[in-house]
């Protein structure tokens, strides 16, 4: 299991099969997956979360792919998103997804902040590729507040077929030193 990530509002730990109902409940929702890469099933099948976090995340789990259940520290049994690191990027090396119901307070930028610092300082990444839909500005927000810097337009296929586009953005492990110096 990754390390246990703590941060003033949130516990991020590795999910297990235990979070499957949360992960299902926050991610069955085609509000959180329409900016998601295509290889996404919409309609989420009922079973989605139990498979996905068996069959894919758990056999995955620390070996250079590190997946994080997101936990409020007020309400530390259910799982409301999700901060995904690995390190052969295609192009990227970290994904994210938080429960429609949490969105616009600050939780994923808060998680990920964590998450870089753990994967710069502890796990030796030089520099973290990161995307998303040309479109979504939650996403891009995220990204644009940790100071990655946008260096592609490539096209892309969503669960929506109305974004065409991925946005490609990079982060070297000097500029997120520099930018934690100074936040």
Do not use: C
């Amino acid at each position: 299991m990754p390390k246990t990530l703590t941060t003033d509002r949130l516990i991020l730990r590795g999910v297990t099969a235990a979070d499957a109902p949360a992960y299902q409940k926050y991610f069955n929702d085609y509000e959180v997956i329409r900016q998601l890469g295509h290889h996404v099933p919409w309609p989420y099948p009922e079973n989605g979360a139990a498979d996905f976090i068996q069959n894919v995340i758990l056999p995955e789990q620390d070996n250079d792919k590190w997946v994080w259940a997101i936990f409020l520290k007020t309400y530390p049994t259910e799982a409301i998103g999700a901060v995904d690191l690995w390190r052969k990027g295609s192009p990227e090396n970290r994904g994210f997804w938080l429960g429609r119901p949490f969105w616009g307070q600050g939780l994923m930028t808060e998680a990920v902040t964590i998450v870089m610092d753990y994967a710069f300082d502890e796990l030796g990444f030089e520099t973290l590729i990161f995307s998303n839909a040309k479109g979504n500005i939650g996403s891009r927000r995220v990204k644009e507040k940790t100071g990655a810097k946008l260096i592609d337009v490539q096209p892309g296929k969503m669960v929506d077929p109305i974004y065409t586009e991925v946005e490609i953005w990079e982060l070297h492990k000097y500029e997120w030193q520099a930018y934690r110096q100074n936040s």
